[in-house]
């Protein structure tokens, strides 16, 4: 149980253009999901925490504008980088949650390698 | 806001020993302090956790210890074996509204 489904795993794209991740809960609702960003072989830096039907909440230093957070379903949650340059070129990862296990969890995402070219 | 610090960042082992990884926090509210292992190309995936009202925590191979007087919180896995080498992040959270996670250890097991 507590699965999140996270797609596409991989994608590469011109820069100027957007790009979209889905974040998906299949087997349970996520009032709480948060979208990481991790460069190579560092940890993981929150950019936002999007609560089911409200505005993302964004880190500081995160451009709203250009991370686009939509959470409108307690199973599914988006993120669009627009106009997308080499810069944001990085993995991304999502966690949705709590998980009903009766602790504070949240599973992770397998992520998406994004490659702007 | 909550800083995580993490040692070490590498450390390899022979097979069969243990590995230790360890944690400081700074914020006294933080509550909930999870362990994820990170392979490559991956996402994190959960492998133990710890509430604040526990002092220790055991699943088979892998315990966790947390001293909230200190601050700080440790992963043990005993027996080590090549598949547990990863990248494994500490985090820590107040009931799990924001997840602050420390800069990661790469663990290389040598068969």
């Known amino acids: 149980g507590a699965v999140v489904s996270q797609h596409p795993s991989r994608v590469i794209c011109k820069s100027g253009t957007s790009v979209k991740i889905e974040c998906r809960s299949l087997d349970f609702q996520a009032t709480t999901m948060f979208w990481y960003r991790q460069f190579p072989k560092q940890s993981l830096m929150l950019m936002a925490t999007?609560?089911?039907?409200?505005?993302?909440?964004?880190e500081q230093g995160v451009e709203k504008d250009k991370f686009l957070i939509n959470h409108a379903s307690l199973t599914l949650s988006t993120l669009t980088v627009t106009s997308a340059h080499p810069e944001d070129s990085s993995f991304y990862i999502c966690?949705?949650?709590?998980?009903?296990?009766?602790?504070?969890?949240?599973?992770f995402g397998s992520g998406t390698r994004l490659t702007v070219v | 806001g909550e800083n995580v610090e993490q040692h070490p960042s590498t450390l390899s082992v022979q097979e069969g020993d243990s590995a230790v990884i360890k944690c400081t926090y700074s914020?006294?509210?933080?509550?909930?302090f999870p362990w994820y292992k990170q392979e490559l190309g991956k996402g994190p995936q959960l492998i133990i956790d710890?509430?604040?009202?526990?002092g220790e925590k055991k699943d088979q191979r892998i315990a966790v210890t947390l001293n909230k007087t200190a601050k700080h919180f440790s992963l043990h896995i005993t027996e080590t074996q090549p598949e547990d080498s990863a990248v494994y992040f500490c985090?820590?959270?107040?009931?799990?509204?924001?997840?602050?996670f420390g800069t990661g250890t790469s663990l290389t097991v040598i068969p």
């Open positions: 966690s949705a949650g709590p998980v009903p296990t009766g602790v504070d969890g949240y599973t």
């Open positions: 710890i509430r604040s009202n526990v």
């Open positions: 985090a820590a959270s107040i009931s799990g509204n924001q997840f602050y």
């Open positions: 914020d006294s509210a933080s509550n909930y």
């Open positions: 999007s609560n089911e039907g409200s505005k993302a909440t964004y």
